[in-house]
């Protein structure tokens, strides 16, 4: 019988993808770096760890609710680019409650009157809308599908179109109460308007929101939004002087949201009028990006990063950027010949944004200038979600492109899959020119302790996803849409090796007493060569070290001795794959304790340390929540004392 020993530890190691060893060329590389990015991201998000209500799928100031619609229309991005549902979960959370989607389905709700306008709803509707075109679940058969959601938002801005004033348009505001006052019609507003016309004429083939997307255009044209030279967009008219004067304030992404729908018309239409639109309108956003040899072709915003004020009064113009990458990906997808531009400018941006991704205590945090080569120590929700649009969109081309009319489907199957991070992907078009250089290895760091905490959680159950079939970007072809029903039996995962195999756990408890979690699952990783997972594994004779940070605790199993037949089955883990990405908790309430892979061993996203699986995050504890840095030292050791005692056991019945 051998001795299991529990040896205390004063820090773990743990392999993070750091953003700033992003290879443009590897898809391997950008959908890791993606998913750091995305975690640094989503520690920002707090509403699944309260019982207010209003903070449900609403960020936190100096943001306002209308970057949450945005931050979840990115995060549907992120999984639709990278497979990687570790947020879907709090996605479809937010989206789905009633103190954001409201009374009538249209995201009006009373819980968020003070502060909506009629530009936020262009931003929960953009989530809605890329959800229906990627195919994305909704499990609420009570609830509209995200495409019935999108036309109501559609008939409510209709409804908005003000002709008494200025020949029509819609006001920035809802409410004459709104300190703003109902005078200011503005490009973002009617912009995203126009766009969400142009998506629904591609979504639905009814030619009535052709229509209206052609009277949008042709007004902000006549009211001089859009600049007849040089194409820029600019900000907005007031009815007080007749709308004569336009406000020549500009960002990035207001040309962003018009370059969309001319994309999606041209797409659509097959008219030359509107890809000649989107073409001049790329080019009226050149302006955007550094013209200088150091910076050349790297974003920048104009209106606030030369006198840093981004964050000044409040801080809007911080997320801007990340809207402007986002959006030309996704026109170059809509019409193929922006794409030599798109990619040229889009480039050098991801790899600057990448390289400010170099803060807090992890090292990862995005900074708010990309042209300083490095972190400019202004970081915040905004920063993030620009680097994760930069960054994110380099993987477009490998990912279906959006469905239009007949295939899109409801889809209420809301299990997600688990995928390899770590997958080879098929050859596919990259923005960039074929590279055999080598995905850089991770770096070695110590375990970062991000602000917020974040709690891990690992689950494996039986899944399976819809995942909808590529629709060409040709307005002649129309798509069709396919399934394919993965499936993962519930088990504890593993893969054999001779060297040490870490088990950790996550002992942050449950903040809300109505809900505790029920059961807790263990994952169990080691490193293998390949990347084929064995179907049975066994535990060879080894000996357990324990280290614990403020929410984890690692386990490390070291064999010693070689492995042989007659060792106990463990475990099974079907399939072929090593570290996989799973999906949390469905409740934005459940922080419930996991047993999960190393703390931020990619931070918490799902990435792959080198010695295996890893842990998704979805649900994110509040930084000011001391119950995850306060754990009980009983829970720490509970674990140690039962999983040495475990493998005391497994070697003496060997």
Same mark, same amino acid.
Not at 354 to 382: I, R
């Given at each position: 019988?051998?001795?299991?020993?529990?040896?205390?530890?004063?820090?773990?190691?743990?392999?993070?993808?750091?953003?700033?060893?992003?290879?443009?060329?590897?898809?391997?590389?950008?959908?890791?770096?993606?998913?750091?990015?995305?975690?640094?991201?989503?520690?920002?998000?707090?509403?699944?760890?309260?019982?207010?209500?209003?903070?449900?799928?609403?960020?936190?100031?100096?943001?306002?609710?209308?970057?949450?619609?945005?931050?979840?229309?990115?995060?549907?991005?992120?999984?639709?680019?990278?497979?990687?549902?570790?947020?879907?979960?709090?996605?479809?959370?937010?989206?789905?409650?009633?103190?954001? #989607?409201?009374?009538?389905?249209?995201?009006?709700?009373?819980?968020?009157?003070?502060?909506?306008?009629?530009?936020?709803?262009?931003?929960?509707?953009?989530?809605? #809308?890329?959800?229906? +075109?990627?195919?994305?679940?909704?499990?609420?058969?009570?609830?509209?599908?995200?495409?019935?959601?999108?036309?109501?938002?559609?008939?409510?801005?209709?409804?908005?179109?003000?002709?008494?004033? %200025?020949?029509?348009?819609?006001?920035?505001?809802?409410?004459?109460?709104?300190?703003?006052?109902?005078?200011?019609?503005?490009?973002?507003?009617?912009?995203?308007?126009?766009?969400?016309?142009?998506?629904?004429?591609?979504?639905?083939?009814?030619?009535?929101?052709?229509?209206?997307?052609?009277?949008?255009?042709?007004?902000?044209?006549?009211?001089?939004?859009?600049?007849?030279?040089?194409?820029?967009?600019?900000?907005?008219?007031?009815?007080?002087?007749?709308?004569?004067?336009?406000?020549?304030?500009?960002?990035?992404?207001?040309?962003?949201?018009?370059?969309?729908?001319?994309?999606?018309?041209?797409?659509?239409?097959?008219?030359?009028?509107?890809?000649?639109?989107?073409?001049?309108?790329?080019?009226?956003?050149?302006?955007?990006?550094?013209?200088?040899?150091?910076?050349?072709?790297?974003?920048?915003?104009?209106?606030?990063?030369?006198?840093?004020?981004?964050?000044?009064?409040?801080?809007?113009?911080?997320?801007?950027?990340?809207?402007?990458?986002?959006?030309?990906?996704?026109?170059?997808?809509?019409?193929?010949?922006?794409?030599?531009?798109?990619?040229?400018?889009?480039?050098?941006?991801?790899?600057?944004?990448?390289?400010?991704?170099?803060?807090?205590?992890?090292?990862?945090?995005?900074?708010?200038?990309?042209?300083?080569?490095?972190?400019?120590?202004?970081?915040?929700?905004?920063?993030?979600?620009?680097?994760?649009?930069?960054?994110?969109?380099?993987?477009?081309?490998?990912?279906?492109?959006?469905?239009?009319?007949?295939?899109?489907?409801?889809?209420?199957?809301?299990?997600?899959?688990?995928?390899?991070?770590?997958?080879?992907?098929?050859?596919?078009?990259?923005?960039?020119?074929?590279?055999?250089?080598?995905?850089?290895?991770?770096?070695?760091? +110590?375990?970062?302790?991000?602000?917020?905490?974040?709690?891990?959680?690992?689950?494996?159950?039986?899944?399976?996803?819809?995942?909808?079939?590529?629709?060409?970007?040709?307005?002649?072809?129309?798509?069709?849409?396919?399934?394919?029903?993965?499936?993962?039996?519930?088990?504890?995962?593993?893969?054999?090796?001779?060297?040490?195999?870490?088990?950790?756990?996550?002992?942050?408890?449950?903040?809300?007493?109505?809900?505790?979690?029920?059961?807790?699952?263990?994952?169990?990783?080691?490193?293998?060569?390949?990347? +084929?997972?064995?179907?049975?594994?066994?535990?060879?004779? %080894?000996?357990?070290?324990?280290?614990?940070?403020?929410?984890?605790?690692?386990?490390?199993?070291?064999?010693?001795?070689?492995?042989?037949?007659?060792?106990?089955?463990?475990?099974?883990?079907?399939?072929? %794959?090593?570290?996989?990405?799973?999906?949390?908790?469905?409740?934005?309430?459940?922080?419930?304790?996991?047993?999960?892979?190393?703390?931020?061993?990619?931070?918490?996203?799902?990435?792959?340390?080198?010695?295996? #699986?890893?842990?998704?995050?979805?649900?994110?504890?509040?930084?000011?929540?001391?119950?995850?840095?306060?754990?009980?030292?009983?829970?720490?050791?509970?674990?140690?004392?039962?999983?040495?005692?475990?493998?005391?056991?497994?070697?003496?019945?060997?």
């Amino acid at each position: 019988m051998k001795f299991a020993t529990v040896l205390p530890l004063l820090g773990s190691a743990s392999a993070v993808w750091m953003p700033k060893d992003l290879d443009v060329q590897d898809t391997r590389s950008i959908r890791n770096v993606a998913a750091t990015i995305a975690h640094d991201t989503m520690a920002y998000y707090q509403g699944n760890t309260t019982s207010e209500p209003r903070a449900i799928g609403n960020v936190n100031r100096p943001y306002y609710w209308w970057v949450a619609g945005a931050l979840w229309g990115m995060m549907i991005d992120y999984y639709h680019v990278t497979e990687d549902p570790s947020y879907n979960k709090v996605v479809l959370d937010a989206l789905l409650a009633k103190v954001n #989607l409201g009374p009538e389905n249209n995201y009006l709700p009373p819980e968020h009157a003070d502060e909506e306008g009629n530009d936020d709803l262009f931003f929960w509707g953009n989530a809605v #809308l890329t959800a229906a +075109e990627n195919n994305f679940p909704q499990p609420n058969k009570d609830l509209p599908s995200w495409l019935d959601i999108s036309k109501n938002i559609f008939n409510w801005l209709q409804s908005r179109w003000d002709t008494n004033h %200025c020949g029509g348009g819609v006001f920035w505001q809802i409410l004459e109460s709104n300190p703003n006052g109902l005078n200011y019609k503005n490009a973002i507003s009617n912009g995203g308007f126009f766009q969400f016309a142009a998506r629904l004429a591609r979504a639905t083939g009814d030619d009535s929101y052709i229509k209206w997307a052609e009277t949008i255009w042709e007004w902000s044209w006549n009211m001089n939004l859009i600049d007849h030279d040089l194409y820029r967009v600019y900000d907005g008219v007031d009815i007080r002087d007749q709308c004569q004067k336009v406000n020549g304030a500009s960002y990035t992404y207001l040309s962003g949201i018009y370059l969309y729908g001319a994309s999606v018309l041209a797409n659509h239409t097959g008219k030359a009028e509107w890809s000649d639109r989107a073409e001049k309108l790329l080019d009226g956003a050149s302006w955007f990006f550094g013209p200088d040899d150091e910076h050349k072709n790297v974003m920048y915003e104009g209106a606030c990063e030369p006198v840093d004020s981004c964050f000044k009064g409040n801080a809007d113009m911080s997320t801007f950027k990340g809207y402007l990458a986002d959006l030309m990906w996704k026109s170059a997808v809509m019409l193929p010949s922006l794409h030599s531009k798109v990619a040229d400018w889009l480039i050098p941006t991801a790899k600057a944004a990448a390289q400010s991704c170099q803060g807090g205590q992890s090292n990862t945090q995005c900074g708010m200038k990309w042209s300083t080569g490095g972190f400019d120590g202004q970081t915040n929700l905004g920063p993030q979600m620009n680097a994760l649009g930069a960054v994110q969109g380099l993987l477009i081309d490998s990912a279906p492109a959006p469905m239009q009319a007949s295939g899109i489907s409801r889809n209420y199957n809301a299990n997600f899959a688990a995928v390899d991070p770590n997958r080879t992907d098929a050859p596919t078009s990259t923005p960039t020119e074929t590279s055999t250089s080598e995905t850089p290895t991770p770096t070695s760091t +110590e375990t970062p302790t991000p602000t917020p905490t974040t709690t891990s959680t690992t689950t494996s159950s039986d899944v399976s996803t819809s995942t909808p079939a590529p629709t060409t970007s040709l307005p002649t072809s129309e798509p069709t849409s396919t399934t394919e029903t993965s499936t993962t039996e519930t088990s504890t995962t593993t893969s054999s090796s001779s060297e040490s195999t870490t088990f950790v756990t996550s002992t942050t408890p449950t903040p809300t007493p109505t809900e505790t979690p029920t059961s807790s699952e263990i994952s169990e990783t080691t490193t293998t060569e390949t990347s +084929e997972l064995p179907t049975t594994v066994s535990c060879m004779s %080894c000996t357990a070290s324990e280290s614990s940070t403020g929410t984890d605790i690692t386990l490390t199993l070291t064999p010693t001795s070689e492995p042989s037949s007659s060792e106990p089955v463990i475990t099974s883990a079907p399939g072929a %794959c090593t570290p996989f990405y799973t999906s949390s908790p469905s409740s934005h309430h459940s922080i419930s304790t996991f047993f999960s892979m190393p703390n931020q061993s990619y931070p918490g996203t799902g990435m792959p340390s080198s010695s295996g #699986l890893t842990h998704s995050i979805a649900t994110l504890p509040s930084p000011t929540d001391e119950s995850a840095a306060s754990t009980g030292f009983t829970n720490h050791l509970s674990f140690a004392v039962a999983v040495a005692i475990g493998s005391v056991l497994v070697n003496w019945l060997a």
